[in-house]
């Protein structure tokens, strides 16, 4: 089961900073434009998608910082994720 938590965004067709199943995620999905994604995540991101995978999580979330032009601070939207990254983890099913 994919659990996708939303840390911070700004509205439903603005930047999103989300933790999925434990990878960081800050994306756009622009009604008639282009989609956006940042991601600690393996996408496997061509030369003709925009965004970048495979980042630290620092990297993410000052991308999302920049580009959503977010008020909170770095050490705040860190703390929010890692939190979300633990409870992910202890929410994980055990084998």
Known sequence: MIKRQIIHTRGTRDWQLAVCNGDVTASIYPVG????????????LGSR???QDNLSVAHVVALYRKHAACEHS????LERVRAAIDEATTDAPLA
Not at 74 to 77: I, K, V
């Open 74 to 77: 770095q050490t705040d939207l």
């Open 49 to 51: 998608d925009r965004g």
């Open 33 to 44: 434009g282009e989609s956006i994604i940042f991601s600690t995540a393996d996408f496997d």
